[in-house]
C-alpha cells in the first residue's frame, strides 16, 4: 500500500470528491474557499475556479456538465467562463448550507444540508430527480454526509457526524425511496467521525474519519475491518477513482487545525492517492436530468 500527495492546494474543507471517467479527471470542491478544482490524472495539474458561493459536491450530468449543491441552492454551473444557473433552492434558511452529495444508479442527485453553525436538527437530506423537482428523503440532521450506496442498489447509507451514527435504509432504486431507517454503527467509541464515504465492489464501506486522521472500512454487516493512517488529521471524503477505479482519493480539511498543530500539519487540505488497497470502486452515476 502507498499513500500519495497528489494536489497540495491547502483547502479549508475539501469534499465532493468524484472521479469523471470523461475526462479521466478528479474533481472535487473546496467548500469554503469556495472552489472547483480538477486534477488530470495523466498531468498532474491542477486548475482550480472560485466559486461565488459554498459548495458542498458536485456532479456530471451525460452532457458532461455540472449540478452542484451550493448554498444558493441546487445549480448548473459551468467553467469556463464560472457562472452558476440556479436550478431550485428547496431549503433558502438563514444558515443553511448544502453538504455531502452524489447520485445514485438512476441519475437522482443526493444532498444534505446542515446549519453553518451546527444547528442540531436542522439539515435535511434531499433528492434532486430528473424532472428538476426536489424531495425530502430524511430530517432532523444536524451535519449531513457518508452518502453512498450498496453495489446491489438494496441500501443507502448515510450519516450524521454529530449524532456520531452512521444509517443504512432500505432503498428502492426504482422510485429512489428510503424506508426503514437503522443504525449501521456508531463512532462513539472511537476519535474519530464518520464524514464522506463511499462503497467498493464487494459492498465494503469506506469513510473518512475527519479528527482521527484515518480511512476506514466497514464491512457490510457494520464492522471495523481496516483503518488506515494518512499524514493529516482531518480527512472529510474519499472515493475511488483512477483508470482502473482502484485508487482510493482521500480530500481533507485545514479549517479544524488548531494553531499549535500546523505546523505538524504541512499537507492539511491536501488531496491524496492511496493504492496497493486489493479493492475497487464502482462508477460514480452521472445525473440524469
Not at 486548475?47 to 459536491?57: L, T
Not at 488506515?228 to 483512477?242: A, D, L, N, R, W
Request: glycine share 10%.
Amino acid at each position: 500500500m502507498r499513500i500519495e500527495c497528489v494536489a497540495q492546494t491547502n483547502d479549508i474543507l475539501g469534499e465532493g470528491v468524484i472521479w469523471n471517467p470523461a475526462d479521466q479527471c478528479l474533481y472535487w470542491v473546496d467548500a469554503f474557499g469556495p472552489f472547483i478544482r480538477r486534477l488530470e490524472y495523466a498531468t498532474g495539474k491542477v486548475d482550480s475556479w472560485k466559486m461565488p458561493n459554498i459548495i458542498g459536491s458536485l456532479v456530471f450530468d451525460r452532457k458532461q456538465e455540472i449540478v452542484a449543491g451550493l448554498t444558493s441552492g441546487f445549480g448548473k454551473v459551468t467553467l469556463d467562463p464560472v457562472n452558476v444557473e440556479p436550478i431550485v433552492n428547496p431549503q433558502p434558511e438563514e444558515g443553511i448550507i448544502f453538504n455531502d452529495g452524489k447520485c445514485d444508479r438512476r441519475g437522482r442527485y443526493f444532498v444534505g444540508t446542515m446549519h453553518r453553525d451546527f444547528v442540531e436538527g436542522a439539515g435535511v437530506l434531499w433528492r434532486l430527480d430528473p424532472d428538476w423537482t426536489t424531495h425530502q428523503v430524511d430530517t432532523g440532521i444536524t451535519v449531513s454526509n457518508g452518502l453512498a450506496w450498496s453495489p446491489d442498489d438494496r441500501t443507502m447509507y448515510f450519516a450524521d457526524t454529530r449524532a456520531l451514527k452512521v444509517y443504512a435504509y432500505d432503498y428502492d432504486i426504482e422510485t429512489g425511496n428510503a424506508t426503514n431507517r437503522r443504525i449501521f454503527f456508531t463512532t462513539d467509541d472511537t476519535n474519530g467521525r464518520v464524514d464522506g464515504a463511499t462503497t467498493d465492489t464487494e459492498g465494503h464501506y469506506w469513510c473518512a474519519m475527519i479528527h482521527d486522521g484515518s480511512i476506514c472500512r466497514y464491512s457490510p454487516a457494520g464492522k471495523l475491518d481496516r483503518r488506515i493512517e494518512i499524514p493529516v488529521k482531518h480527512p472529510t471524503m474519499c472515493s475511488f477513482g483512477g483508470p482502473d477505479l482502484d485508487i482510493l482519493y482521500v480530500v481533507t480539511s485545514s479549517r479544524f487545525l488548531k494553531p499549535e498543530d500546523r505546523p505538524d500539519q504541512p499537507l492539511a487540505g491536501s488531496t491524496f492517492a492511496i493504492t496497493g488497497l486489493d479493492a475497487k470502486g464502482i462508477a460514480e452515476p452521472y445525473f440524469a436530468g
